[in-house]
């Protein structure tokens, strides 16, 4: 029988094989078939720990067992409470005040939500979000309105509001974006929204730490919101706790989602500092923050979280990064030399490069290479043209040693 399941960025016209997965442990996936997959993308760039990590597992199962669901507008509950502050502790100070939503995109939609109120409830007219281009900001309105524009967000165009670009700082171009940036930041936009380093779905672009201090004291001078789209790149996936602690940057508004519950349930947060806060706070009930959903701050997700905090806390996490970093930028070199790999370039445990004579994200490179991987127990999922690589902290040198020869044994068939 055919499934009535629709998934998302899947062409089920292609009749493309959608493998059942029955359980997962570490780094890897297991199919109804008893297939082992390795993980080499984090489950869409989720786990962090490594799947079923026991320590998070545990807080899941004992909160299940108290508190499922409660309505969070006017009610709290401990989970929420424990993670809000352990959040605080662990952030950089001036980012005091935590807002729960339940994923990458919906943390964006308050963030861009945040600072609208902020510059209404100042009676200041400013309404326009500037953008880098190639970012990419999730799949509700606001957040692809903040980014690129192309095949996947064509036939919404007429939802999409206008947003100011910037360029993206092309190695040799870096002073055209930042030229950019001040003459836009002139016109007194709401904001500047970005992805910290790392340009994710729009092809893991990178940019230095140096640019990114800059384009923050371009926004300071001016005035201008820093919303900073940690989505992807914060818990360890850069190298750091937060993309932007390599450049000690602190923006005003900060989206956090994915490695939030290391991976195991959905949840987000966006943090602001005091005068965001502030600018909502007043007995005028018009003037509160008007954003909800029906399972925000949900209990056992938040108690996932608190558990990864502790993990954070307790375990030598950013060793296990610096390590995972360091194995993969061998191989990552010893692929390199091959003919068909362009700009191969590593962050943190992310690894990425091009595969000369293709192009776009469309690309047919894209299909033949995943079903390649998955054919041989790699899950992968390339952006066009653009191959990646970002593992699970806990993934060891067998499985990397797996990945990275299915890639050069593609890359010698192509």
Same mark, same amino acid.
């Given at each position: 029988?055919?499934?009535?399941?629709?998934?998302?960025?899947?062409?089920?016209?292609?009749?493309?094989?959608?493998?059942?997965?029955?359980?997962?442990?570490?780094?890897?996936?297991?199919?109804?078939?008893?297939?082992?997959?390795?993980?080499?993308?984090?489950?869409?760039?989720?786990?962090?720990?490594?799947?079923?990590?026991?320590?998070?597992?545990?807080?899941?199962?004992?909160?299940?067992?108290?508190? &499922?669901?409660?309505? =969070?507008?006017?009610?709290?509950?401990?989970?929420?409470?424990?993670?809000?502050?352990?959040?605080?502790?662990?952030?950089?100070? $001036?980012?005091?005040? /935590?807002?729960?939503? &339940?994923?990458?995109?919906?943390?964006?939609?308050?963030?861009?939500?945040?600072?609208?109120?902020?510059?209404?409830?100042?009676?200041?007219?400013?309404?326009?979000?500037? /953008?880098?281009?190639?970012?990419?900001?999730?799949?509700?309105?606001?957040?692809?309105?903040?980014?690129?524009?192309?095949?996947?967000?064509?036939?919404?165009?007429?939802?999409? =509001?206008?947003?100011?670009?910037?360029?993206?700082?092309?190695?040799?171009?870096?002073?055209?974006?930042? &030229?950019?940036?001040?003459?836009?930041?002139?016109?007194?936009?709401?904001?500047?929204?970005?992805?910290?380093?790392?340009?994710?779905?729009?092809?893991?672009?990178?940019?230095?730490?140096?640019?990114?201090?800059?384009?923050?004291?371009?926004?300071?001078?001016?005035?201008?919101?820093?919303?900073?789209?940690?989505?992807?790149?914060?818990?360890?996936?850069?190298?750091?706790?937060?993309?932007?602690?390599?450049?000690?940057? /602190?923006?005003?508004?900060?989206?956090?989602?994915?490695?939030?519950?290391?991976?195991?349930?959905?949840?987000?947060?966006?943090?602001?500092?005091?005068?965001?806060?502030?600018?909502?706070?007043?007995?005028?009930?018009?003037?509160? =923050? =008007?954003?909800?959903?029906?399972?925000?701050?949900?209990?056992?997700?938040?108690?996932?979280?608190?558990?990864?905090?502790?993990?954070?806390?307790?375990?030598?996490?950013?060793?296990?990064?610096?390590?995972?970093?360091?194995?993969?930028?061998?191989?990552? &070199?010893?692929?390199?030399?091959?003919?068909?790999?362009?700009?191969?370039?590593?962050?943190?445990?992310?690894?990425?490069?091009?595969?000369?004579?293709?192009?776009?994200?469309?690309?047919?490179?894209? $299909?033949?290479?995943?079903?390649?991987?998955?054919?041989?127990?790699?899950?992968?999922?390339?952006?066009?043209?653009?191959?990646?690589?970002?593992?699970?902290?806990?993934?060891?040198?067998?499985?990397?040693?797996?990945?990275?020869?299915?890639?050069?044994?593609?890359?010698?068939?192509?």
């Amino acid at each position: 029988m055919t499934s009535p399941i629709w998934h998302p960025f899947t062409q089920h016209g292609l009749g493309e094989p959608i493998p059942l997965v029955t359980r997962a442990e570490g780094a890897a996936l297991y199919t109804a078939e008893g297939d082992r997959i390795i993980d080499a993308i984090s489950s869409w760039w989720v786990t962090t720990h490594g799947h079923a990590d026991p320590r998070i597992m545990a807080a899941i199962a004992g909160q299940a067992g108290k508190l &499922d669901q409660v309505v =969070f507008a006017g009610w709290t509950h401990e989970p929420a409470e424990t993670l809000a502050a352990g959040l605080v502790a662990m952030m950089p100070d $001036p980012l005091a005040y /935590v807002f729960f939503s &339940d994923s990458g995109s919906t943390s964006v939609e308050v963030a861009l939500k945040m600072a609208l109120g902020f510059w209404a409830n100042r009676n200041a007219a400013r309404h326009r979000i500037v /953008v880098m281009e190639h970012s990419y900001h999730g799949d509700t309105i606001g957040a692809m309105s903040v980014g690129a524009r192309g095949v996947f967000n064509q036939a919404y165009q007429p939802l999409l =509001f206008d947003v100011a670009t910037i360029p993206f700082p092309e190695p040799g171009r870096e002073q055209a974006t930042l &030229d950019a940036l001040e003459a836009h930041c002139r016109e007194a936009p709401a904001a500047f929204i970005v992805e910290p380093l790392i340009l994710g779905a729009g092809g893991m672009k990178t940019y230095t730490p140096a640019l990114l201090a800059e384009m923050r004291a371009i926004c300071a001078r001016r005035g201008v919101l820093f919303i900073a789209d940690e989505v992807m790149t914060a818990w360890g996936r850069t190298g750091s706790l937060l993309a932007c602690d390599q450049a000690g940057v /602190v923006p005003d508004i900060l989206c956090l989602s994915k490695g939030l519950t290391g991976g195991a349930v959905p949840l987000a947060v966006t943090l602001a500092t005091g005068p965001i806060f502030e600018a909502h706070l007043s007995d005028d009930r018009a003037r509160m =923050f =008007f954003h909800s959903s029906s399972y925000t701050a949900n209990p056992i997700a938040c108690a996932a979280a608190a558990a990864n905090l502790a993990i954070w806390r307790e375990e030598p996490v950013l060793a296990r990064v610096a390590d995972l970093g360091r194995r993969q930028q061998v191989r990552l &070199d010893m692929l390199a030399g091959n003919p068909k790999v362009a700009n191969a370039r590593r962050l943190g445990t992310i690894a990425a490069f091009e595969i000369e004579g293709a192009a776009g994200y469309l690309s047919s490179v894209a $299909p033949r290479l995943m079903g390649f991987a998955r054919e041989r127990g790699v899950l992968l999922r390339p952006l066009g043209n653009t191959v990646y690589v970002m593992p699970p902290y806990c993934t060891d040198d067998d499985d990397l040693d797996a990945i990275y020869a299915m890639l050069g044994e593609f890359l010698s068939s192509e």
